[in-house]
């Protein structure tokens, strides 16, 4: 991307590192950000032609996208008879439908919220079939291939997809807000939440990140399954030239957020590490890995 602009200085993983001016040196070719970002200043269309044209087209995605989606459709089917088949919660989904793509195939309806405006604007257009500038053929072509299925199929998937999204609805959500209408809502509620690439994105601090945790977990339905796709030690993230504050989050952190609702059994965590060569020719962040959580909530 060529907007990047590299600094020496490193930026907290608190908010504080928020608005800091930093030098600006090309020597060092490690991208550690000045973190101005804001979710409101999201460029929906720059990140869904950055990240979604298609699986094996972006290298900067490339690697981890795949292993991502690999896990994804694995999980879902591995674990389909033991998740009901109503209801989802996407949460943090931005502009990215290709999740609920899959998720439609497996349950009636997806309530999909997130931060940015812009996001649900688009993902509203794409339901109104109105013509947008990004085209998800050739990136739901890659999921029906990982997920087993001709690509005849995918017009027959989205159609699932809109019902889906109709059914569920679309909403604005923020985990900084102590009285978010979607995290504050009914208990018991979902058979399935899924969250990709956002709470480290959004969470602020570690506490609202176990807070969010917490509060997913209570919407969650007896034997419901809380599925998560999270980078690993990422402290900023850049779409276009602006770059967003991350949250740096691993394994252990994870795991003792999950374990703490004290609501969760079978928790498991694959990671993937990126290689020093994908992380190289990453230019949107600084993450080392990538990490696939699931777990279901206890039956009492
Ligand atoms: C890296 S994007 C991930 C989007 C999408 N889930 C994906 O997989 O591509 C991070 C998302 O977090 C959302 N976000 C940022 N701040 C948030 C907040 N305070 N509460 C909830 N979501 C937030 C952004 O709007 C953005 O869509």
Known sequence: MSHIVYTLTSVGSTPEGYNQQRPKTKQNMKRVATVTGNHNRFNTISYLQTLYPGVDNNPNEAPLASFFLEKTVQILHDERNRFGNQKVLEFGGGPN??????????????????????????????????????????????????????????????????DALIRGGLSICDVNDPDCPILSGKSDDYDIIFSSFCLEAACLTIEIFNETIGKLVRLLKPGGLLLLVMVRNESFYYVDAENFFCLSLDETKVRKALQATGELVDIHIDSADTTVEDQKRNTMSDFDGEMIIHAFKTIK
């Open 97 to 162: 439908l290709s999740s609920s793509l899959l998720l439609a195939q497996y349950v009636d309806s997806i309530r999909f919220c997130d931060y940015a405006q812009s996001n649900l604007a688009y993902v509203s257009d794409w339901i109104e079939q109105k013509s947008t500038v990004f085209d998800w053929t050739n990136y739901f072509e890659s999921i029906l291939t990982i997920a087993g299925t001709s690509k005849e199929k995918r017009i027959e998937w989205e159609s699932r997809l809109r």
